[in-house]
């Protein structure tokens, strides 16, 4: 059995959310600079003018912390997993 999967996965998700977060607080800081056309996670840029600032908000203070929250848990379980099979091998 490997944890290895479990491990990229939860930081892969931890990383996407730290890029959530960060381009959330990017698109509230410059909302009110002219022309503003905000960045979406992938690296693009959406339309300007585009920008629904409630829900930068809302991606910015609940859900990329949440995701990443959530990550950072399976990453220490998966670690912890990893430990306990480690123990039962040796």
């Known amino acids: ?10 930081v892969w998700g931890m990383t996407d959310a730290s890029n959530r977060f ?3 607080a990017h698109n509230v800081a410059n909302v009110s600079t002219e022309p503003f056309s905000p960045l979406r996670p992938d690296g693009s840029q959406g339309p300007e003018g585009s920008m629904d600032l409630a829900s930068e908000m809302v991606e910015g203070t609940m859900l990329a912390p949440a995701a990443y929250t959530a990550n950072a848990a399976m990453f220490r379980t998966a670690d912890e997993t990893r430990g306990y099979l480690l123990d039962v091998l040796a």
């Open 1 to 10: 059995m490997t944890v290895a999967p479990a491990l990229s996965s939860s």
């Open 22 to 24: 960060d381009v959330a």
